[in-house]
């Protein structure tokens, strides 16, 4: 056997599995980068999400806010009409 056959008998076969190993690691690189962005794209859109539910429960809380400063105003008046009109019973007694 001629160092030349043995070049081509050892060299080629691990010639051909380095560039595999270089083919695979290129395509490993190109798939983890599709995850990547697919990801980056599924954060975005929670992101929106979550900004659109924060925007919702804020209104919400204004919505409250305002129901309740409104029932505070009708009691406080309620109990004013409620005085007034307990003056008049007396007035009409008396």
Known sequence: ?????LLLSIGIPSLLIVVG????NARL??????VSARF???D??????????????????????TIE?????????LG???AEINALKEHRRS
């Open 40 to 42: 980056n794209s599924v």
């Open 80 to 82: 004013r009409h409620e």
């Open 69 to 77: 400063a409104d029932l505070r105003q009708f009691y406080r008046d």
């Open 44 to 65: 975005a859109r929670f992101g929106s999400i979550e900004t659109n539910v924060s925007s919702g429960f804020q209104d919400i809380r204004t919505r409250l806010n």
């Open 29 to 34: 690189n190109t798939i983890e980068a599709n």
């Open 21 to 24: 190993f270089v083919y695979n």
């Open 1 to 5: 056997m001629t160092n030349f056959q």
